[in-house]
Every structure is written in C-alpha cells, then in structure tokens.
C-alpha cells in the first residue's frame, strides 16, 4: 500500500478563497483523523471519523471549516472562506481496530498558505 | 485520552543514549502508552507502544514502571537523523470516544 496520500502537498491561496484539502486513507483502515499542525497551537486534532462517519468535530474551529468521508477511500476538508490564519500544515491519518491500538499513519501532509 | 506530561526539549550528542520520561498519572487501565516520532516537514510516525513492563523493537525501548504512572522512551545510540520531536500518548482508541490527541511533545536536538 502507498500509505496515506495528500493532495495537494502545497497550496497557497488569496484570503476569502475556498480551499479544498484532499486524503485517501490506507485501504481497510476505518478510522481518520485530521489534524492541524502550526507552531503555536502544536498538533491539533480537528474531526475523525470511523467507517466513513464523523464521530468528534469538536476540534473543529470554526464554521468555515467542513470535513466530509464519502466513502471509506476518500475524504475532504475544506475551508470556505479561508483566512490568513489558516496557514498551517493540515494532516490525514488514519488506522484500523484491527491494528495495533493507537497505532496511526500520517500522510506528508497539505502546507496551506494563505495571503 | 489520559493527559500526559514530557519535558520541552533535550539536547544530546552522536552515539548517547537519550532517555525521555512522559507523566501520565490518570491513566486508565485499558490505557495503553504510545510514542511518536516527528521529522520535519513530515508527519509523526509511530515508534513503540506497550501496556506494562519493558517493550523493545529495531528503533527503541519502553519501559514502563508497575503503576504505569510514567514511562521512558530508550533511543540507543542516537545519530544526527534522530533529531526530532518525540510524542508521548495514552489512551484505547478502540473505546467508545476515544480519540488521538497529541501533547505537546518533546524537540529532541542530536549535536555532533
């Protein structure tokens, strides 16, 4: 498997734009996780979700920010209307009941920039 | 997951063993203790976990004491490449609302 795949790896984008982040999860993994990585605030856990289903979107930080999986090979999280401080590296992970517990797999990650 | 607690940073130099302590007093019993390892413009990836006891594979050992209140991350002999930021978990994500949440990790920094 090629592991958890990103796309795009880098975007800058003019503040007021919609953004679009791209994950596609390691077959047969039913959980994923998105994650928001800057220097201030560390790694963020954003909303995961298990068998395609949002479970926990309380790191979510605003209403601009929307997460869909809709289905278990593909999954989105989008930004509308971005802001300059929404540049950070955003991160897909994902995992499986049936791996080794708390065991996850990150993608390279998207290094949002926004001006 | 259980809150846990390792130093900022640490420094060591080419062929040291570096020994990071993560606290995690609350941790449930069906808790288990996970290390992650982050490069640079990478993502973390994982290292070791364990339960109880000692854990050793190819990149590291965890030991862990009998209450389980703390563990120590083990890096052998470490070279340049291993600087990095090293993060502690605790937690079951197969239960009901669990999630992986990281802390805030420790900058590991490997001088020559």
């Known amino acids: 498997d090629a592991g958890v795949i990103q796309s795009p790896r880098h975007e800058v984008t003019e503040m007021g734009q919609e953004v679009t982040l791209r994950c596609k999860p390691i077959?047969?993994?039913?959980?994923l996780f998105w994650y928001r990585q800057t220097m201030m605030r560390g790694l963020e856990l954003l909303i995961y979700?298990?068998?395609?289903?949002?479970?926990?979107d309380s790191g979510m930080p605003e209403d601009r920010f929307s997460a869909k999986m809709p289905n278990a090979s593909f999954s989105t999280l989008k930004i509308q209307p971005s802001e300059p401080r929404d540049s950070a590296v955003y991160f897909c992970?994902?995992?499986?009941?049936?791996?080794?517990?708390?065991?996850?797999?990150f993608g390279q990650g998207t290094r949002l920039t926004v001006v | 997951l259980a809150k846990t607690t390792q130093p900022i940073s640490m420094d060591s130099y080419e062929g040291q063993e570096v020994n990071i302590t993560c606290s995690h007093n609350?941790?449930?019993?069906?808790?288990?203790i996970t290390w992650y390892q982050q490069f640079p413009s990478q993502g973390p990836r994982f290292i070791i976990q364990?339960?109880?006891t000692k854990v050793t594979n190819e990149v590291a050992s965890l030991f862990i004491p009998a209450d389980r209140k703390s563990s120590t991350l083990s890096l052998p002999r470490v070279s340049l490449s291993d600087t990095a930021v090293y993060y502690c978990?605790?937690?079951?994500?197969?239960?009901?609302?669990?999630?992986?949440?990281f802390g805030g990790g420790t900058r590991v920094l490997v001088k020559p």
């Open positions: 992970a994902s995992t499986s009941t049936e791996t080794v517990n708390t065991e996850a797999f």
């Open positions: 077959s047969g993994h039913d959980y």
């Open positions: 979700f298990n068998n395609n289903v949002p479970i926990d």
């Open positions: 609350n941790i449930a019993t069906n808790d288990y």
């Open positions: 364990g339960y109880k």
């Open positions: 978990l605790v937690g079951d994500l197969k239960a009901a609302g669990n999630k992986l949440t």
